[in-house]
């Protein structure tokens, strides 16, 4: 479902490599752990599979389906089942959480192909997924983020992420700044979204979150390149003796 060859990206403004010859393959209902010391490009990679224009692909490509996505603005990633959910998620004044949640829904049903939600039907679904995830109706009335805490944020993306029913999701640190009961929730709404069909890339810096999320095969980042890849185990060994360990194997 993702291959990602050879990838080099920069910020676009400095011209600085932050990837620098990453190479990745996630199937169909994969479950793809990146993990990785701070700084070792996690969050610019989910930025350029999301096609933030701030940064540029100088060499290698990123393949989604079999095809290049590289030329694709991330309206159109998002609207081919592209999904990110942030690590630092914006906040959106003047949009109430639903109004958002309604065209975010709708757009993306239009560029399938299907008729947009009515108005009982998209609150049925929207009640539903927040249930799931022990939100308060009520979060929804107040514009997208804003005053939210951070809990509150991250389940906030893992609703978009359950409402959107992504091809592939990118989540960036989804276990920052949520306590441990939140993490049980947040991480319940992502397992049920796995399916054969959909592929998860799960990027954490702790091998707590895996414990929730198990995932298939776990990579480790370090300077904008994986210099590792393994099964679970690779994340409990990553616990055991630290990044400094493997990342310095591999150098
Ligand atoms: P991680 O998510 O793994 O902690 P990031 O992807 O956030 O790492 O950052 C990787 C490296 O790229 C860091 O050294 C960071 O300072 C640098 N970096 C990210 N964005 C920019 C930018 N806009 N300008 C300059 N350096 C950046
Ligand atoms: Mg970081
Ligand atoms: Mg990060």
Do not use: W
Request: aromatic share 4%.
């Amino acid at each position: 479902m993702l291959e990602i060859k050879n990838l080099h990206a920069r910020v676009a403004e400095t011209g600085t490599e932050i990837i620098r010859g990453l190479d990745l393959t996630v199937k169909a209902g994969e479950v793809a752990a990146i993990m990785g010391p701070n700084g070792s490009g996690k969050s610019t990679l989910s930025y350029v599979l999301a096609g933030r224009p701030d940064y540029e692909v100088t060499d290698g490509d990123i393949l989604y389906d079999g095809q290049s996505i590289l030329e694709m603005d991330p309206a159109e990633r998002a609207a081919a089942g592209v999904f990110l959910a942030f690590q630092y998620p914006m906040e959106i004044p003047g949009v109430a959480t639903m109004e958002f949640l309604k065209v975010a829904i709708n757009s993306q049903r239009r560029a399938r192909g299907d008729a947009e939600l009515k108005i009982p039907d998209l609150l049925k679904k929207v009640k539903e997924a927040a249930g799931t995830l022990e939100m308060d109706m009520a979060m929804l009335k107040r514009p997208l983020n804003v005053g939210f805490s951070g809990g509150e944020k991250k389940r906030a993306e893992i609703l978009q992420m359950m409402l959107l029913e992504p091809k592939l999701c990118v989540l960036d640190e989804t276990d920052s700044g949520l306590d441990i009961d939140a993490l049980k929730i947040v991480a319940d709404g992502v397992n049920a979204l796995r399916s054969p069909e959909r592929a998860m890339v799960v990027i954490t810096h702790y091998q707590r979150l895996l414990d929730y999320i198990v995932p298939d095969t776990v990579h480790v980042l370090s300077r904008g390149r994986v210099v590792k890849s393994g099964d679970k185990g690779l994340a409990l060994e990553l616990e055991k003796n630290g990044y400094a360990g493997v990342v310095g194997e591999a150098a």
